[in-house]
């Protein structure tokens, strides 16, 4: 994996204060970002669900795990059918498509601080359902997940090194 260019420590940063109201717009985010946790680490859902095809953004912090750690370490998914190294804004990083998920989920985790990642998951749903009535299943049909994801993780980290 490659270096990073910089330190951009995840301790006390909020997820949604990554995603400016640009930034929204270029991903094509139509509703509120939604601050949550998930197994104590900070989260942001977004959601675009005005055009075809919707899809949800789930942005993770991760205070404790460094980007190798989704390769082979505890973070590693079960049954990974590819992983590939990528660069994000200069940054290491991986995107994974685990073979249960269907091709229109996506993760990428990109390493920003020692021992620190910031992971993005895009699931992308049928238009046709609404966000109540769809199931967990996404889209086997969206084949532009990943791209979302890099594109998602790539806003957070220009906004990680503007907050410095």
Do not use: N
């Not at 601050?35 to 055009?51: F, I, K, N, P, V």
């Not at 942005?59 to 994000?88: C, L």
């Not at 993005?120 to 967990?136: C, D, L």
């Amino acid at each position: 994996m490659p270096g990073r260019p910089a330190e951009l420590p995840l301790d006390t940063v909020d997820p949604c204060t990554l995603f400016s109201k640009s930034a929204l717009r270029g991903l094509s985010i139509d509703r509120d970002p939604r601050a949550g946790t998930a197994d104590g680490m900070r989260t942001c859902t977004l959601h675009q669900q005005s055009e075809q095809p919707m899809y949800d953004v789930l942005v993770t912090a991760y205070p404790d795990a460094d980007v190798e750690t989704w390769i082979s370490g505890r973070t590693a998914r079960p049954g990974a059918a590819a992983v590939q190294q990528r660069v994000i804004d200069g940054f290491p990083a991986v995107r994974m498509t685990p073979s249960e998920q269907a091709p229109g989920e996506c993760d990428v985790a990109v390493g920003v601080a020692e021992s620190q990642s910031l992971h993005v998951r895009v699931s992308a749903y049928p238009s046709t359902q609404s966000s109540e009535e769809r199931s967990e299943e996404p889209d086997a049909e969206h084949p532009q997940a990943c791209e979302i994801a890099e594109q998602a993780a790539a806003a957070a980290v220009a906004a990680l090194r503007e907050k410095g």
